[in-house]
């Protein structure tokens, strides 16, 4: 198995423009998880959903986020519009369900100037 | 929820010497307790883990302790090396509940030849 997948792996653009991060789960994990990690904030948990559906969403930071999963081997995070706060790198984790070890894709590298 | 405080933020040691790195949570319905590792510019990745029915668990130069009455868990690494140096992160969930994992805000270990 190929692991997480994410795409792209780094992501630079400017303040105002939509982003669009991806995601591909291990093979039949059903727990997908987005988390944000910055020096200031350390690893955040953003959302999560079991089964393709969305249990916990309040990380978000805002309505600016978004997320969603239309099947079981993808999940999109999109931030519309982005600002320079954003800038960070987000992981895409999976685990066979909630409980069990996460396994963490590379991570974008979001950088909004 | 959950609160997990995590401690050194950051730990420096000479090759060979011992590191310990502790952290205390809040929810003592807590069950699992997951330890990362996150090398510069790399995913985190799981290193060891400890259910609270174990007060302690070891793997080669690496071993975990819970003390569940106090709520706090610790990670030894023995005999340190300098491919030792990342960032760890401990984490405390419920397992097989629809909680999710609290992550530590991380402690940088750096390993001096």
């Known amino acids: 198995d190929a692991g997480v997948i994410q795409s792209p792996r780094h992501e630079v653009t400017e303040m105002g423009q939509e982003v669009t991060l991806r995601c591909k789960p291990i093979s039949g994990h059903n727990s997908l998880f987005w988390y944000r990690q910055t020096m200031m904030r350390g690893l955040e948990l953003l959302i999560y959903f079991n089964n393709n559906v969305p249990i916990d969403d309040s990380g978000m930071p805002e309505d600016r986020f978004s997320a969603k999963m239309p099947n079981a081997s993808f999940s999109t995070l999109k931030i519309q519009p982005s600002e320079p706060r954003d800038s960070a790198v987000y992981f895409c984790?999976?685990?066979?369900?909630?409980?069990?070890?996460?396994?963490f894709g590379p991570g974008t590298r979001l950088t909004v100037t | 929820g959950e609160n997990v405080e995590q401690h050194p933020s950051t730990l420096s040691v000479q090759e060979g010497d011992s590191a310990v790195i502790k952290c205390t949570y809040s929810d003592s319905a807590s069950n699992y307790f997951p330890w990362y590792k996150q090398e510069l510019g790399k995913r985190p990745q799981l290193i060891i883990d400890i259910r609270s029915n174990v007060g302690e668990k070891k793997d080669q130069r690496i071993a975990v302790t819970l003390n569940k009455t106090a709520k706090h868990f610790s990670l030894h690494i023995t005999e340190t090396q300098p491919e030792d140096s990342a960032v760890y992160f401990c984490?405390?969930?419920?397992?097989?509940?629809?909680?999710?994992?609290?992550f530590g805000r991380g402690t940088s270990l750096i390993v001096h030849p």
């Open positions: 984490a405390a969930l419920l397992s097989g509940g629809s909680y999710i994992p609290t």
């Open positions: 984790a999976s685990s066979r369900d909630t409980s069990y070890e996460q396994y």
